[in-house]
């Protein structure tokens, strides 16, 4: 598993190109702006999209969606929990940032927790971790985590926008302390860590597994 990562749109969005080389495919997850710059990315990569996963429906993480799934032809899975969340330009918050007109979004997939999604050689393990929004989800894939926005180096997601939910989050965060191992942590925004890491030192996911 080959992993590039760019930082898209105003406010530094992890965007993921997942490529299994062997196989020259790849995933794209939460495609958030700069459309241009993903495509130029995934095409130097050398890998073919089979898929865009998301892991929450805010506009930071959706924003050149349309445009990769144009260009490419690829298939788009979304958490199913999310999917009146992603088609609500309110509650995603791309009306509040003046994002122009809304265009639908029409999923060929809906994963639910437990799910697992294969893409691309590869096999994305589903956790819905809501607290954030009411349908975001973690993927897990080998030794690797894509938190979203649910898990940071050293915090968490906010909890005060549209559907967020700070009971949730806390059984969200039980929830990923309770893994067994370590894991790659990838977030939606920010630096890289460890699960172990989070485990010792995130004050929002430290002891969580004995609440």
Do not use: W
């Amino acid at each position: 598993m080959d992993i590039k990562y760019l930082r898209v749109g105003q406010i530094g969005t992890n965007c993921y190109i997942v490529c299994d080389k062997a196989g020259g495919k790849c995933a794209v997850i939460d495609p958030g702006a700069d459309a241009q710059r993903i495509i130029a990315a995934v095409e130097e990569n050398g890998c073919v999209p089979q898929m865009i996963l998301l892991t929450h429906g805010h506009y930071d993480h959706i924003g050149a969606v349309h445009e990769l799934l144009a260009h490419f032809h690829c298939k788009l899975a979304v958490p199913k929990m999310e999917l009146d969340f992603l088609n609500n330009p309110h509650r995603n918050l791309q009306s509040s940032v003046g994002g122009g007109n809304f265009e639908p979004f029409r999923p060929d997939i809906l994963f639910e927790d437990g799910d697992t999604v294969e893409v691309a050689g590869l096999k994305f393990h589903v956790l819905h971790t809501p607290g954030h929004t009411p349908g975001s989800c973690c993927l897990l894939c080998e030794d690797v985590m894509f938190s979203g926005d649910t898990l940071f180096a050293g915090s968490a997601g906010r909890t005060d926008f549209p559907g967020g939910d700070p009971a949730a989050m806390r059984v969200s965060m039980k929830k990923l302390a309770a893994l067994s191992g370590n894991f790659q942590v990838l977030p939606g925004h920010g630096g890289f860590s460890t699960l172990d890491e989070e485990r010792a030192n995130n004050p929002f996911l430290a002891g969580a597994a004995d609440a």
